[in-house]
């Protein structure tokens, strides 16, 4: 179940379902080593796709590597990771959203053998005109019921 953590974890980097989060400015704020100052009430977008894919954050983000996500480190990361978005505002149904998807995947994973279909592109290419990472062709998947 560790495993599938870091799985669900990476998964949650790589293909995060929003590029970026809105947030509005509380308190002014410097930006660190710039003279640069963001005003109370300024509404900012936060990168969250840069981030997850930055290498100085995640080195080789084009690689899907659980490994990265061993020990549960993205909590305490200083938000680099941001599929829920982070601090007070972070997703209330966060834990249930992640319980729902690992009971999901055990389940599906427990009574079938699951194989990518060759109709699916890879690697998958995205359709530019999307809000969320949406593959041109979509996703083939092929089920085969353990015995």
């Not at 870091?6 to 590029?19: D, F, H, M």
Request: charge should be positive; glycine fraction near 6%; proline fraction near 9%.
């Amino acid at each position: 179940m560790a495993y599938l953590d870091s799985v669900i974890q990476e998964t949650n980097r790589k293909y995060s379902l929003s590029g970026f989060m809105r947030r509005e400015c509380t308190i002014p704020y410097q930006i660190p080593d710039t003279d640069v100052v963001i005003e109370k009430g300024t509404k900012i977008l936060i990168p969250m796709y840069a981030i997850h894919n930055d290498p100085s954050i995640y080195p080789e983000p084009e690689k899907f590597i659980p490994e990265r996500f061993e020990g549960n480190n993205h909590r305490s990361n200083g938000g680099k990771y941001l599929p829920f978005g982070d601090g007070p505002r972070i997703c209330i149904a966060m834990r249930f959203a992640l319980l729902e998807v690992k009971t999901c995947v055990a389940m599906v994973m427990s009574k079938y053998s699951v194989k990518l279909d060759q109709k699916t592109q890879v690697p998958l290419c995205y359709n530019p005109k999307s809000v969320s990472p949406t593959p041109i062709g979509g996703i083939w998947i092929r089920y085969q019921k353990r015995t």
